[in-house]
């Protein structure tokens, strides 16, 4: 199993449990992180050694490599997961509906930057 897929099924499960605390920035962090590894596997898969370049260069590139909507897709989503990590006093957490619809997104976009299948 691919560690972004590890990474989602525990975003899935801190989703559910929707308990106190800090779980919708868990949450979070989690589908950041889950985005992040899959992008790396992507980039070691089509043009290695990107992966060690910053985020947004990754992002910024993915479009000659993948098809653009695929990539404004995965800026977008990154963007959205990289300002609701960061905490501030006046803004709300992300609702779990909104942690659910990125969730989605970040496992569509996995789907899309993941190797091809093999058809049977």
């Avoid at 990107?50 to 977008?76: F, N």
């Avoid at 942690?99 to 976009?109: F, G, K, T």
Wanted: with cysteine; aromatic share 8%.
């Amino acid at each position: 199993m691919a560690a972004y897929a590890r990474l989602l099924d525990d975003a899935d499960t801190v989703l559910r449990s929707g308990g106190r605390g800090p779980w919708p920035r868990t949450t979070t962090f989690l589908l950041r992180k889950a985005l992040e590894s899959c992008m790396r596997d992507f980039w070691r898969r089509v043009q290695p050694g990107m992966e060690r370049c910053g985020m947004r260069t990754q992002l910024l590139c993915l479009a000659e490599y993948a098809d653009e909507v695929t990539a404004r897709r995965s800026a977008g989503t990154w963007a959205a997961l990289s300002a609701a990590c960061h905490y501030h006093g006046y803004e709300l957490n992300p609702t779990a509906g909104a942690l659910r619809a990125l969730h989605n997104e970040v496992r569509v976009l996995a789907e899309r930057l993941g190797p091809i299948s093999p058809s049977l």
